[in-house]
């Protein structure tokens, strides 16, 4: 097949899982064009992937750069001069809507919309941009949400038929557990540090795990919230046990080895950095929210607390941080299911199925 991929060339777990498709789908012999605003972070090279970069020009009349419109006419040029047979757009919008744009310049592609959350689940909030994302989402060929929480969303919010559930997956050789040598106890938490990730609450669920046990904090990433976070492990006393990482392409070089794995989002329509940490046999603890316990199996390899509830985030922490027993227990169980559900080449085949009923979809049409 000749495929275009949409995506943010963000760090963020649409990205992510875009780039790492494109990759997967190059080896299987497609051709595969990526467009986004610039390369992404995670995307290696192959004979068979093309990245497309969109630019987009300044206007002084535009108070904002044009980027939806930049996106659509580079979608419709890279279409016709490659004769992509489909499309598959990360995220509704803006995407999903310069994609219709784009088959409406000229080539009739079949299209597919992966929804990954905010744009179901914020903007869908938002009345202004309902119509949009429903004109979106009824003519894509085909709809996929990366949970079952998420594809309910979907269809409660935009009166839609269910989309079709292909789960976010990982790279099993890559995010490899490693052995644990006797240490100090070591607790990850990576994220954009939006406000939505509560990554203060992350702090404050450390330091009551922490209290009196000789433990450090790796959080990874960077965001509009790092600088309160950094506040709030001055005002508890811990930021001597707190390291601020920063981005870092290669995260499984930190989740290996850690003892568990720690969020506190106020909402999650999946979870790919828990998926990521118990690739690495590392245990999560996380608020039940969203779609992680679809990827978090509770008292299996993970705990999972109520939306909100710091104090029980920071004793589900320390009770792995004190039973060496139960951690390896849930760290064997968490590499386990990766395994079994989440593995790279399981989610590239499922993509590679829903792209040919997609095709199968728009030749009926035609």
Known sequence: MRIGIVCYPTFGGSGVVASDLAHGLAQRGHEVHLLSYESPARLWFHPNLQVHEVEVTAYPLHKYPPYTLALAVRIAEVCKAHRLDLVNVHYAVPHGASALVARALGRRFALVTTCHGTDISLTGGDPGFAPLIRWTLQNSEAVTAVSGWLARETRRLFRVPLPDVLPNFVDLARFAPIPVSPGLPRVVHCSNFRPVKRPCDVVTAFAKAARGIPARLDLVGDGPEAARARAEAARLGISGKVRFLGSQEAVEEVLRGASAYLLASESESFGLSALEAMACGVPVVAPRVGGLPEVVRHGRTGLLCPSGDVGALGRALRRLLTDEALRRRMAEAARGLAV??????????????????????????A
């Open 340 to 365: 079994d559900r989440f593995g790279r080449e399981i989610g590239i085949a499922r993509y590679e199925t829903l792209y040919r009923k997609a095709l199968a979809v728009r030749r009926s049409h």
